[in-house]
């Protein structure tokens, strides 16, 4: 059996005064696109962030690709790749300056660099604005900008956080579709949201959380069950009808 | 070190696009000339102006143009002491074997007129006395048996531009240090929280005390760039200028043993302010925010400096150099105006500084790395 990309166990978060995980456990696989659905404070950006070592665990352990986020974190960052919703660039970097300064923070240099910040710059179509400075550039543009610097080191494991909520039609089906590409070239995409549409047409598997538990995990055909849409589930089990 | 160069190269590009920062530098290389201009202007304007003296009864012999000589211009009025609250800089009332004079000690104009008069009248008197006795026979030489025959150990031009450097140059440097890194350490700690990049940065596998050393290094080096662009154009400034003083060539040059003592200080307390304003911007969730926990950092600054200024031969024991800030400028000051380093003194002064910016730097990671810079709305 392949090692899960991510493995998260009996995950436990307080922050301040706030319990916001209570014990959840999940596993995302290499090759799937990966829901964590829940309302808004349900946990889900405190779990990407605790994935990613940005917050420490209370309790539990998570591991990417088998390393701890507790005792390798820098490992972990290595493989990991972030778009958030906040489309943060900056202002005065142009598109390919931003791009490649993150790749020289994940280790990237010389030839390598430069092939490698070309290579996303043509892979996500950014190559007509590459030059111009970030201040000016529209929300779907800088969007393309932050999916760059988060793939530019090519992590296996890639994570999405409301990555659509700021962006237009056309901007968001961009974004869709380099998720299943990303999937096609076996990433691991997490893929956390409340827009159950887009989640339904994209997730292999989803885990829905309510409250900083988990309130339903498996395929989105098992957790939809005989109700006709995923939305009608999700309403069931946050206890709204 | 790579991370730490990588972002040092990153933050100084950002920082030299960014308009507020150029605008800083700018000032600082503009205002200080400037100022120089004015504070010239005005000394020489007030070594040169004539005064007015308001008068009533008769002009003693040959005292009329010993006083048009000294640029004071007699002028009759009807009541002296009436004229010179306003009408005039002084008043007198000459009369039999005195004179009555009227000033309104609150008015620099009067005082300075007090002076000059007291001057030309005692050069007047001993004038007088010195005919009347030689008309007799008399040596006049008797009227002074002891006579005074100064030697001062440096030149008098020299002491004088010294007085002037130790003052105006430690304050300028460390104004500009200050003011040159306010912007750019401030947009790379709260600006990065303001507009949404520093999740991305603490993403990257970069240790953070090397993405924090690179922040330091860059606000560093802009600040060294300010000051130096303040000083340098003070420079320039002083030798197109002359400042009043014992003899008309009074031009101002900064010793050769300030000079590289100047360079530590500037670089010293550069570091310790970068770390400090640092630490001060991870505090704060935006610009705005953090301007307001920076400010008060100008009173720290001007405080020291202002006290050379108002007690200029204030001698401290060494403990007084643990403090920093004041210790840059009384060890620039001590330089400047004694042309030898105190070299305990500066000793003292570096450790201070360094431990300040240590134990900044050592906050502003402890500020850098915990879990609220992120959860913290």
């Known amino acids: 059996m392949t090692e899960p990309a991510v493995s998260v166990e009996r995950l436990e978060k307080t922050l301040g005064k706030n319990k916001v995980l209570r014990g959840i456990s999940f596993q995302a696989q290499p090759g799937e696109i990966f829901g964590l659905l829940g309302p808004n404070g349900a946990g889900k950006t405190t779990t990407l962030r605790l994935i990613s070592t940005l917050l420490s665990p209370d309790a539990g352990t998570v591991k990417v690709l088998g390393f701890d986020t507790r005792t390798a974190p820098e490992e972990v960052r290595r493989r990991v790749g972030v778009v958030t919703a906040d489309i943060g660039v900056y202002p005065r970097l142009s598109a390919r300056e931003n791009i490649a300064y993150f790749a020289q923070l994940s280790g990237l240099d010389g030839r390598k660099l430069k092939a490698r910040v070309e290579a996303v710059i043509e892979r996500l179509d950014i190559d007509s604005f590459a030059g111009q400075r970030a201040e000016s550039l529209s929300s779907g543009q800088k969007q393309k900008v932050a999916i760059a610097r988060a793939i530019v080191h090519d992590p296996p494991l890639l994570m999405f956080d409301e990555p659509t909520s700021n962006l237009d039609v056309l901007a968001s089906r961009e974004v869709r579709e380099f998720m299943v590409e990303s999937k096609g070239r076996g990433k691991c995409v997490i893929f956390s949201t409340h827009v159950l549409h887009d989640a339904e047409r994209l997730c292999d598997r989803i885990t829905i959380l309510h409250q900083g538990e988990v309130v339903a995990s498996g395929s989105t055909a098992e957790v939809r069950g005989i109700r006709p849409e995923l939305e009608d589930a999700f309403l069931e089990l946050v206890g709204v009808q | ?377």
């Open chain 2, 1 to 377: 070190m790579r991370a730490t160069w990588i972002v040092f190269r990153k933050e100084v590009i950002e920082i030299l696009r960014d308009r507020r920062t150029l605008i800083a530098i700018g000032l600082a290389a503009f205002a200080t000339p400037i100022v120089l201009g004015v504070i010239s202007q005005v000394s020489t304007k007030t070594a040169t102006q004539a005064y007015a003296i308001g008068y009533t009864g008769d002009i003693p012999t040959g005292l009329g143009e010993l006083l048009t000589a000294t640029n004071l211009k007699l002028v009759p009025v009807i009541d002296p002491a009436a004229a010179a609250k306003q009408q005039v800089d002084l008043g007198v009332a000459f009369k039999a074997g005195e004179i009555d004079e009227y000033y309104d000690p609150t008015r620099q104009s009067a005082q300075i007129a007090d002076i000059r008069l007291q001057t030309v009248l005692g050069q007047y008197n001993a004038a007088k006395a010195a005919a009347a006795l030689q008309s007799k026979g008399v040596d006049p030489g008797i009227l002074t048996p002891l006579h005074l025959l100064p030697h001062p150990l440096s030149s008098p031009v020299r002491a004088a531009s010294n007085a002037f450097l130790s003052f105006f140059l430690p304050y300028i440097l460390i104004t500009m240090i200050l003011t040159g890194g306010f912007s750019a350490a401030l947009d790379s700690t709260a600006g990065e929280r303001e507009r949404k990049t520093l999740e991305s940065l603490l993403l990257t596998p970069a240790p953070r005390s090397r993405v924090l050393l690179g922040k330091i290094a860059a606000v560093t080096t802009i600040s060294l760039v300010a000051a130096v662009a303040a000083i340098g154009s003070m420079f320039v400034a002083l030798t197109q200028i002359s400042l009043p003083g014992p003899s008309e060539s009074s031009h101002i040059s900064l010793n050769p043993v300030a000079v590289p003592l100047m360079v530590w200080v500037a670089l010293l307390v550069a570091v310790s302010f970068s770390a400090v304003t640092l630490a001060l911007g991870t505090l704060a969730k935006s610009f705005r925010q953090g301007q307001a926990y920076v400010t008060p950092l100008y009173f720290i600054t001007i405080f020291p400096a202002s006290i050379v200024l108002f007690i200029p031969d204030f001698n401290p024991s060494l403990a007084y150099y643990l403090i920093p800030i004041l210790n840059a400028v009384l060890v620039l000051r001590d330089a400047i105006v004694h042309d030898t380093v105190a070299w305990p003194a500066l000793a003292v002064t570096s450790l201070s500084l360094l431990a300040t910016g240590g134990l900044a730097w050592f906050v502003a990671l402890r500020l850098f790395t915990r879990e609220a810079l992120l959860t913290r709305s």
